[in-house]
């Protein structure tokens, strides 16, 4: 087809988590706005976590807006109503060098949230419900506010 990469980027419909919108390139690619830790994993990962991960495909640099990308295989292509999980897992919310701002704002979410008590946090989901023929959704700020037992209550509606 014609037209740049950019071009055909499109929102990513099954996304139920993040601060930035993915997008889709021909169905079978996620593209995420590029985080240089998260390219170096890709970049270096052991292969014992090859079979957990989705596959690397690159990185895109949109020539219209600077904007950077890496590329993933998208594990939702090819089901029609696919269910997605996000967890934050562990107890430490922020990078390395966030700024001390940063560092408390995060603390506060990791007490006040089940990241705290288990080390995981629901980041939120989507799930297709049969009985009523539409997703169920459920998003970061219902996941912070959501104590252990209706942490429990959540992750077994999902499964």
């Given at each position: 087809?014609?037209?740049?990469?950019?071009?055909r980027l499109r929102?990513?419909?099954?996304?139920?988590?993040?601060?930035k919108?993915?997008?889709?390139?021909?169905d079978n690619?996620?593209?995420?706005?590029?985080?240089?830790?998260e390219?170096?994993?890709?970049?270096?990962?052991?292969?014992?976590l090859?079979?957990?991960l989705?596959?690397?495909a690159?990185?895109?640099?949109s020539s219209d807006?600077?904007?950077?990308?890496i590329?993933?295989?998208?594990l939702?292509?090819g089901y029609s109503k696919?269910?997605?999980?996000?967890?934050?897992?562990?107890?430490r919310?922020?990078g390395d060098?966030?700024t001390?701002t940063?560092?408390k704002?995060?603390d506060?979410?990791?007490?006040q949230?089940?990241?705290?008590?288990l080390?995981v946090?629901?980041?939120?989901?989507?799930?297709?419900?049969?009985?009523?023929?539409t997703f169920?959704?459920?998003?970061?700020?219902?996941g912070?506010?959501?104590?252990v037992e209706?942490?429990q209550e959540l992750?077994?509606a999902?499964?």
């Amino acid at each position: 087809s014609s037209g740049s990469m950019g071009d055909r980027l499109r929102e990513l419909k099954a996304q139920v988590g993040g601060h930035k919108t993915l997008k889709v390139y021909e169905d079978n690619y996620v593209c995420k706005p590029l985080d240089w830790r998260e390219w170096r994993f890709y970049k270096l990962y052991p292969v014992s976590l090859e079979p957990f991960l989705p596959g690397y495909a690159g990185e895109y640099r949109s020539s219209d807006s600077n904007d950077e990308f890496i590329i993933l295989e998208n594990l939702c292509n090819g089901y029609s109503k696919p269910c997605v999980l996000d967890l934050k897992m562990g107890t430490r919310m922020y990078g390395d060098f966030a700024t001390e701002t940063k560092r408390k704002s995060q603390d506060k979410k990791t007490k006040q949230s089940t990241s705290g008590k288990l080390g995981v946090r629901l980041c939120g989901y989507q799930r297709y419900s049969n009985s009523t023929r539409t997703f169920q959704r459920v998003d970061k700020y219902e996941g912070r506010k959501v104590d252990v037992e209706k942490f429990q209550e959540l992750l077994e509606a999902f499964f």
